[in-house]
Nanobody
Framework: QVQVVESGGGLVQPGGSLRLSCVAS????????MGWFQQTPGNERELVAL???????NYADSVKGRFTISRDNSKNTVYLQMNGLKPEDPAVYFC??????????????WGQGTQVTVSS
């Protein structure tokens, strides 16, 4: 019913920047919070940044001042601008959206993830 697709990952040098994008599509009635999570091998998925329906944001301490989350409600899209990337930032980044559909309960939908690699 709802598809979530991330893009924008890749290889970047330390100190570089990337912009991740995530588009939600399908039979969507409303989108509430949208967020980005990171996961490294053997570890649990962790919150990176979250933005609510009116633009309020929340960040992990490790990315404050470097990453910026934003959304375009007209496009059902959330972005993560990643600046000053560090060697500890590499991970698979997942997008999650809190959605109600035309028929069905409110729930979270996840994308497949996009890989971010930081290397010189």
């Amino acid at each position: 019913q709802v598809q979530v697709v991330e893009s924008g990952g890749g290889l970047v040098q330390p100190g570089g920047s990337l912009r991740l994008s995530c588009v939600a599509s399908g039979n969507i009635a409303s989108i509430y919070a949208m967020g980005w999570f990171q996961q490294t091998p053997g570890n649990e998925r962790e919150l990176v940044a979250l933005i609510d329906s009116i633009g309020g944001t929340n960040y992990a301490d490790s990315v404050k001042g470097r990453f910026t989350i934003s959304r375009d409600n007209s496009k059902n899209t959330v972005y993560l601008q990643m600046n000053g990337l560090k060697p500890e930032d590499p991970a698979v980044y997942f997008c999650c959206v809190d959605v109600t559909v035309s028929v069905g309960p409110r729930r979270n939908y996840w994308g497949q993830g996009t890989q971010v690699t930081v290397s010189s």
